[in-house]
């Protein structure tokens, strides 16, 4: 799965590079968003395709999974799915999948509970552990979300958007300030000139611009 996704700051900035946040979506369809290769024995059904949406990969629109004209199509995606998963129950592409869809559809319990059975099968999986850490977070259980991002980054610790998450809970939802700064400042220095540092940067700037040291 590729989504890295980025949650946004207090100050409502929105982040990250999906090909799928911590909080996931106009994404370009990418391996996460199609149906797994078919059995040798019989094909598997195929997943509607999503129109585009707007915005940056991996950034989460505001109003994420509003009911709107896709809503019918992304919930046939996910009965197509569920199928799938209680027909192969180790197929990890398709619990990745209907991971994703139950996360567009802000169905948060159920999208960590897939994301689980992904993890179960490929444990060391940065994205998905940093997508169900944004769940995590959408259910309030901040713990977890951290041990998610901890997690992903120490696999590979390249994984700017798991480290970017991790400051944005200790910032907003543990309101623990000087741990965010560092996890901001430690993205500016180690990818230095890229938009993962622009972004810290600027989350910086609002840590400083709301009166925290």
Do not use: C
């Amino acid at each position: 799965m590729d989504r890295k996704v980025l949650i946004g700051t207090g100050a409502g900035l929105l982040v990250g590079f999906i090909a799928g946040a911590a909080v996931g979506s106009n994404r370009t369809p990418d391996a996460s968003r199609m149906a797994p290769p078919p059995a040798a024995q019989a094909p598997a059904p195929q997943f509607p395709q999503m129109p585009p949406q707007e915005g940056m990969p991996g950034a989460i629109p505001p109003g994420m999974g509003a009911p709107g004209p896709d809503m019918a199509q992304m919930q046939q995606r996910i009965r197509v799915a569920e199928a799938m998963v209680a027909a192969e129950p180790k197929n990890v592409q398709a619990w990745i999948t209907l991971g994703n869809d139950y996360f567009d559809t802000r169905q948060f319990q159920k999208s960590v509970d897939a994301y689980g059975k992904a993890l179960a099968l490929d444990p060391k999986n940065p994205d998905v552990l940093t997508d169900q850490g944004v769940m995590y977070r959408e259910l309030k259980q901040f713990n977890k979300a951290i041990d998610n991002f901890e997690k992903a980054n120490k696999l590979n610790p390249r994984h700017a958007q798991s480290l970017h998450n991790l400051g944005v809970v200790y910032a907003d939802d543990l309101k623990q300030p000087d741990r965010a700064r560092k996890v901001w400042e430690r993205i500016i220095k180690d990818f230095a000139g890229t938009p993962h540092a622009q972004k810290a940067q600027a989350a910086l700037e609002h840590l400083d611009g709301h009166g925290h040291p």
